[in-house]
């Protein structure tokens, strides 16, 4: 509540006390206190959004390899990146992350590629390595140099 907020509550106190019981301007204080309440937290569950909204456009942008504080430096805008029910647009984002990397030279996160049918990894083509370490030491093998 500013300090505004707070000389308008207390001169409505000092009317709703001047006035009869069952006044109109007692009753017009009570919803002039209530609507002030309710912009108050009005207010708060849209500040709260917005944090929300953000949050999850900096999640979609981070898998891409560039933070929030870029992709916000950058010059992006949150309602550029949204839809109009409000939800993140992917397509925006990923845009915008484009736009990011070019002006920050942010390089690409490298595709991992899958090992998947291309042998075990760690093994090589003739067979399986001597035991090496203390398996090895205890059988008597000796170690290769």
């Known amino acids: 509540m500013t300090t505004q907020d707070t000389a308008t509550t207390a001169t409505d106190d000092e ?15 009570k919803y002039r206190r209530e609507l ?15 944090t929300m909204r953000r949050a999850e456009v900096e999640r979609l942008a981070e898998p891409e390899g560039v933070n929030g ?7 992006v805008e949150l309602d550029d990146l949204l839809n109009e029910d409000g939800t993140p647009n992917t397509d925006a984002v990923t845009a915008a992350v484009t736009s ?3 002006a920050f030279g942010i ?9 998947e049918g291309q042998g075990t990894v760690g093994e090589s083509i003739t067979g399986p390595k001597e035991q090496a370490g203390w398996a090895g030491a205890l059988r008597g093998d000796a170690p290769s140099k």
């Open 15 to 29: 009317q709703q006390q001047q006035q009869p019981v069952g006044s109109g301007n007692a009753e017009a204080a």
């Open 36 to 50: 002030r309440d309710t912009q108050a937290e009005l207010a708060t569950v849209k500040e709260q959004l917005t």
């Open 69 to 75: 504080a870029a992709l916000w430096a950058s010059g």
């Open 100 to 102: 990011a990397r070019t």
């Open 107 to 115: 390089q690409a996160k490298p595709s991992t590629s899958s090992a």
